[in-house]
C-alpha cells in the first residue's frame, strides 16, 4: 500500500509538470514542451509529509486533499494572469479614449477658427465697395508712414492724404495711391485729387454692400470711379462693370 501511495505522489508531480509544460493539442499537432517548473517546497512538503502516514486510507485522503489545493492554485494563478490581462487592455482603451479626445478638442478648435475666418470673410466681403478699398488702401499706405517716421497717432483718412502724396516712397500702397491720381487726373495735383475722392466717397456709401467683386457706384464722377479702379487693381480685386 505504501509503494500505491508513493505512486500517487509522483503522479501528482508529473500530473503539475504536465499543466505547465504542454499547450493545447489541435488536431494531430505535437504538444511543445517548455521550460520544465518544479512543484513548490511547500507542496514537496506536503507530499513527504504524506508518505509517511502510516494509514494507507489517510494517506490517499490526504492525497486527493493535496491534488484540490495545487488545482486551487493553478486556478488562482490562471485569475491572476487573466486580471493582468484585463487590466492591460483596460489601459489601453483609456489611452485610445484619450486619443479620441485629444482629436475632438483640435476638431473643435478647427471648427471656431474656421467660423471666425467665415466671420471674418463676411466682413471683408461688405467692405467691397469704393469707399471700403480707398479706406483700406489708406490704412496700409498710413501704417507705411508711420514706419519712416512721416505721422503719428490714429490714421485719420483726410490728414493723411497729403504726407501720403508728399511721400510716396514711403511704400507700396503709398505709390499706389499716386500713381492711381497721376494715372486718373491729370486737371489738378495729386493731392487735391486724392481729397476730392475722398470727399466723394465719403459723402455716402455707395451701392449696395457686396458679397464678392467691388461694386463702384455708377452716380461717382469719372476720376472717382477711375482712381478707386486702379486701387483695386493695385490689390488684386476684380471691379464689376
Same mark, same amino acid.
Request: charged share 30%; glycine share 4%.
Given at each position: 500500500?505504501?509503494?500505491?501511495?508513493?505512486?500517487?505522489?509522483?503522479?501528482?508531480?508529473?500530473?503539475?509538470?504536465?499543466?505547465?509544460?504542454?499547450?493545447?493539442?489541435?488536431?494531430?499537432?505535437?504538444?511543445?514542451?517548455?521550460?520544465?517548473?518544479?512543484?513548490?517546497?511547500?507542496?514537496?512538503?506536503?507530499?513527504?509529509?504524506?508518505?509517511?502516514?502510516?494509514?494507507?486510507?489517510?494517506?490517499?485522503?490526504?492525497?486527493?486533499?493535496?491534488?484540490?489545493?495545487?488545482?486551487?492554485?493553478?486556478?488562482?494563478?490562471?485569475?491572476?494572469?487573466?486580471?493582468?490581462?484585463?487590466?492591460?487592455?483596460?489601459?489601453?482603451?483609456?489611452?485610445?479614449?484619450?486619443?479620441?479626445?485629444?482629436?475632438?478638442? *483640435?476638431?473643435?478648435?478647427?471648427?471656431?477658427?474656421?467660423?471666425?475666418?467665415?466671420?471674418?470673410?463676411?466682413?471683408?466681403?461688405?467692405?467691397?465697395?469704393?469707399?471700403?478699398?480707398? *479706406?483700406?488702401?489708406?490704412?496700409?499706405?498710413?501704417?507705411?508712414?508711420?514706419?519712416?517716421?512721416?505721422?503719428?497717432?490714429?490714421?485719420?483718412?483726410?490728414?493723411?492724404?497729403?504726407?501720403?502724396?508728399?511721400?510716396?516712397?514711403?511704400?507700396?500702397?503709398?505709390?499706389?495711391?499716386?500713381?492711381?491720381?497721376?494715372?486718373?487726373?491729370?486737371?489738378?495735383?495729386?493731392?487735391?485729387?486724392?481729397?476730392?475722392?475722398?470727399?466723394?466717397?465719403?459723402?455716402?456709401?455707395?451701392?449696395?454692400?457686396?458679397?464678392?467683386?467691388?461694386?463702384?457706384?455708377?452716380?461717382?464722377?469719372?476720376?472717382?470711379?477711375?482712381?478707386?479702379?486702379?486701387?483695386?487693381?493695385?490689390?488684386?480685386?476684380?471691379?464689376?462693370?
Amino acid at each position: 500500500m505504501a509503494r500505491d501511495c508513493r505512486s500517487v505522489a509522483v503522479f501528482v508531480v508529473l500530473w503539475w509538470n504536465s499543466l505547465e509544460c504542454f499547450g493545447t493539442l489541435p488536431g494531430n499537432t505535437r504538444p511543445t514542451k517548455t521550460a520544465r517548473p518544479t512543484l513548490p517546497d511547500s507542496t514537496l512538503l506536503l507530499l513527504q509529509t504524506i508518505n509517511e502516514i502510516d494509514d494507507a486510507e489517510k494517506r490517499m485522503k490526504a492525497i486527493h486533499i493535496l491534488l484540490e489545493k495545487v488545482e486551487e492554485e493553478k486556478e488562482k494563478e490562471k485569475e491572476k494572469e487573466i486580471d493582468v490581462l484585463n487590466l492591460k487592455v483596460e489601459k489601453e482603451k483609456v489611452e485610445k479614449e484619450k486619443d479620441v479626445l485629444k482629436v475632438e478638442k *483640435e476638431k473643435a478648435v478647427f471648427q471656431e477658427r474656421l467660423i471666425k475666418l467665415e466671420e471674418d470673410l463676411l466682413q471683408a466681403k461688405g467692405l467691397m465697395t469704393a469707399r471700403g478699398v480707398f *479706406e483700406r488702401v489708406v490704412q496700409l499706405a498710413f501704417n507705411e508712414q508711420k514706419t519712416v517716421g512721416k505721422v503719428k497717432g490714429k490714421c485719420i483718412i483726410a490728414n493723411i492724404l497729403p504726407t501720403i502724396s508728399d511721400n510716396p516712397q514711403a511704400g507700396r500702397f503709398s505709390k499706389l495711391h499716386v500713381s492711381s491720381a497721376k494715372r486718373c487726373d491729370s486737371t489738378q495735383s495729386v493731392k487735391d485729387a486724392l481729397q476730392s475722392v475722398w470727399t466723394q466717397l465719403s459723402q455716402q456709401v455707395h451701392d449696395f454692400l457686396w458679397s464678392g467683386d467691388v461694386k463702384i457706384g455708377s452716380d461717382l464722377p469719372e476720376v472717382t470711379r477711375c482712381i478707386a479702379e486702379e486701387l483695386c487693381k493695385g490689390m488684386g480685386l476684380e471691379v464689376l462693370p
